[in-house]
């Protein structure tokens, strides 16, 4: 299953590897759409690849870490 979230990092984040941290925690794939990074903040558009459930929990790991997540419609379906 694939889904797209449009996460937004606060500043204490920005050059952390929350991402891969995630990714390797719950077997997801993730894949870069559009990103911004500046000083103060960052956000990025990212794909994931996975299965439901591990989908379900890395989203809210990114979320418990402190980064905002927003489902982005129209999910892609496989």
Same mark, same amino acid.
Request: charged residues 30%; hydrophobic residues 40%; without cysteine.
């Given at each position: 299953m694939k889904k797209r979230i449009r996460l937004t990092f606060p500043q204490d984040l920005i050059k952390e590897p929350v991402i891969y941290t995630v990714a390797q925690k719950y077997d997801i794939i993730p894949s870069?759409?559009?990103?911004?990074?500046? @000083?103060?903040?960052? *956000?990025?558009? /990212? *794909? /994931?690849?996975?299965? +439901? +459930?591990?989908l379900h929990l890395s989203i *809210?790991? /990114?979320? $418990?870490?402190?980064? @905002?997540? $927003? /489902?982005v419609e129209g999910d892609i379906i496989q």
């Amino acid at each position: 299953m694939k889904k797209r979230i449009r996460l937004t990092f606060p500043q204490d984040l920005i050059k952390e590897p929350v991402i891969y941290t995630v990714a390797q925690k719950y077997d997801i794939i993730p894949s870069i759409r559009r990103a911004r990074v500046t @000083e103060s903040v960052g *956000e990025m558009v /990212l *794909e /994931l690849d996975g299965q +439901e +459930e591990n989908l379900h929990l890395s989203i *809210e790991a /990114l979320k $418990e870490t402190g980064v @905002e997540v $927003e /489902l982005v419609e129209g999910d892609i379906i496989q």
